[in-house]
């Protein structure tokens, strides 16, 4: 199964949740010393296995279950937004770092696949160990780590999550931070004196007194008051466990299946979705080639010229820097079909661009390219419901904040990977799915669906 793209370019539609590495990204780690780097790393992907992130992160969760044996690319993990500044340092290096240092997690001897030691554990006394502060002003590109720091005043920080304004995203201002003990909570809280902000008092008290307090505003009661005292908002393994054990066996372990250029393909969702290369239809002349892009796409420069010739917008696949891309549709092209093209595409980025068929070889590569990505976005919740799990592109902001999906410690926001989303109906409930959806607008797609800019940038040398 190839590994997942790695970077996404960035955009303004929440449609496509899509972001990139750029050169601000990779100057994160300038001037940090090689030891300070890899405790960033360590620290950055511990964080993601830890139990007060992967059982309530989804996607993560998703494929840790996926794999009899909790197996998880660790090209995935690294294409996260919090680790997007380390990937010049190559895959390798990364997993002989996690291999010789980490406690946590472990690495396989291809050093492609990582997984958390042990089992994951219900986090003991939670709301006990959280505090809820506010007064911490707009929200920058650094805010997160400065607020990492900010709270290990007190004690080991497991988790600082910024709170957020449903559907917008906004950063309120104020976060609720998870210590690793009961103890910094009460330091944090008796802080004599109280904690400040730039020099500005915060507003400051545990979790359990500010879910009291909204409890009373809302005039809430019985279950409704229950459910608000101390619940984390979001995807809840532990609860959805208990829901599985309530479900009919039947339901248990449902088939998935895929549409594809007009063929049903079964999905492989123990290494977290692929199909068997040898049922992936080949149609020919259902791609193009655009040149002269002049180094970039713009998503509407695409997609506005030609919905009103096509039903699915295409799939396109671009290298950010290069001069051409593909683009993927779900049936083969007629001469017209072409001609639309050249036509209502005459220019990409402000530049000329001139379109051709592909090769055979290439076409074929290309399509298999597009079936395993469609898998992979099945089976981790994005293909068939139109956003991973909110990672609405996740617009996660913040350390596991999905804002990108990579936080580190943050508030659920609005990327994963990502980042990308599409607008298809679930397949029914209660009963084997009968259908999976092909993110690009596969043939049996239900619905209009997003075209997907599949982007990545040129790797390196050391990575692999």
């Not at 802080?191 to 020099?199: T, Y």
């Not at 532990?238 to 309530?246: A, P, V």
């Not at 050249?342 to 076409?363: F, Q």
Request: net charge positive.
């Amino acid at each position: 199964m190839p590994a997942p793209t790695v970077e996404k370019v960035e955009t303004a539609s929440k449609d496509l949740g899509i972001a990139s590495t750029n050169a601000k990204e990779s100057a994160d780690i300038e001037g940090l010393s090689e030891e300070e780097i890899k405790a960033r790393v360590l620290k950055q992907v511990e964080f993601y296995f830890t139990d007060s992130n992967l059982p309530f992160d989804k996607f993560l969760w998703t494929l840790h279950s996926a794999n009899p044996e909790h197996w998880v690319p660790l090209a995935t993990i690294v294409s996260f937004k919090r680790m997007r500044q380390f990937q010049s340092k190559g895959l390798p290096w990364i997993a002989d770092l996690l291999r010789e240092q980490s406690n946590l997690v472990e690495i396989d001897s291809s050093g492609a696949k990582i997984r958390r030691r042990g089992e994951v554990k219900r986090p003991a006394d939670q709301l006990d160990r959280n505090v809820y502060a506010k007064g911490f002003g707009d929200e920058t590109p650094t805010l997160q780590d400065e607020l990492d720091q900010f709270f290990s005043q007190w004690g080991k920080v497991n988790a600082v999550r910024m709170r957020r304004v449903d559907h917008t995203k906004k950063f309120k201002g104020s976060v609720f931070c998870e210590f690793s003990s009961v103890d910094s909570v009460k330091k944090f809280l008796e802080a004599d004196p109280k904690p400040q902000w730039k020099g500005t008092e915060l507003l400051t008290m545990s979790k359990e007194a500010y879910c009291e307090m909204k409890i009373k505003e809302k005039g809430l009661t019985g279950k409704a008051a229950q459910i608000n005292r101390g619940s984390r908002k979001g995807f809840n393994a532990f609860d959805e466990n208990d829901k599985d054990k309530k479900k009919p066996a039947a339901e248990e372990n449902p088939e998935i299946y895929l549409e594809f250029m007009g063929k049903r393909l079964k999905v492989n969702t123990e290494d977290g979705g692929s199909i068997d290369e040898s049922e992936i239809p080949y149609v020919k002349g259902a791609s193009l080639k655009f040149t002269g892009c002049g180094g970039d796409v713009r998503f509407a420069e695409v997609k506005a010229p030609l919905k009103d010739r096509f039903e699915r917008p295409p799939y396109i696949k671009f290298t950010r820097g290069d001069e051409f891309g593909l683009l993927g549709f779900d049936k083969a092209l007629s001469e017209e079909d072409i001609a639309f093209v050249r036509e209502n595409i005459k220019t990409i980025n402000e530049s000329p661009v001139t379109w051709e068929a592909l090769e055979e070889d290439v076409e074929k590569e290309f399509q298999i390219e597009r079936a395993q990505f469609a898998a992979q976005r099945i089976v981790s919740g994005e293909g068939a419901s139109g956003n991973r799990s909110g990672r609405s592109g996740r617009g996660r902001g913040g350390k596991g904040g999905r804002g990108g999906r990579g936080g580190h410690k943050g508030g659920k926001g609005n990327s994963r990977n990502a980042r990308n989303d599409e607008k298809n109906d679930k397949p029914p409930t209660g009963e084997k799915r009968k259908r999976g959806v092909e993110p690009d607008g596969g043939a049996d797609t239900k619905g209009q669906s997003v075209p997907i800019i599949h982007v990545s940038k040129k790797a390196k040398a050391d990575e692999s």
